[in-house]
């Protein structure tokens, strides 16, 4: 038998949580999906909204004059998500604020 190592594929439940045909939805662990999930959540959650993890989250850019952060939101997506580079871009479009978002691997070897 060989040493070698073994991919395990662990289920992670989708967050907002699903329950179809009487299981919960779940992606697998590392997927783009699941990635983009964990993103989502960093950008829905205020700091202090997680007891166990009081820094997490993004501050409300919501009515903040000038508009939202590109560079805050960069920041915070990629300190609390490793596995991504978050690229941030903000323009003007008729008056409202227009922010993209666009996240890349990151290549840590």
Known sequence: ???????????????PLQLIGGSFSTVEQDSAQEIE??????????PGWRPEAPEFGLPDQTFRQGGARPE????????????????VDQELVDMVSKVELELTGRDDG
């Open 1 to 15: 038998m060989g040493g070698g190592l073994v991919a395990v594929l662990i289920p992670h439940l989708r967050v």
């Open 72 to 87: 805050e939101v960069r920041e915070v997506i990629n300190a609390h998500e490793p596995r991504v580079e978050a690229l």
């Open 37 to 46: 999930i964990a993103v989502t959540n960093v950008m829905r959650y205020e």
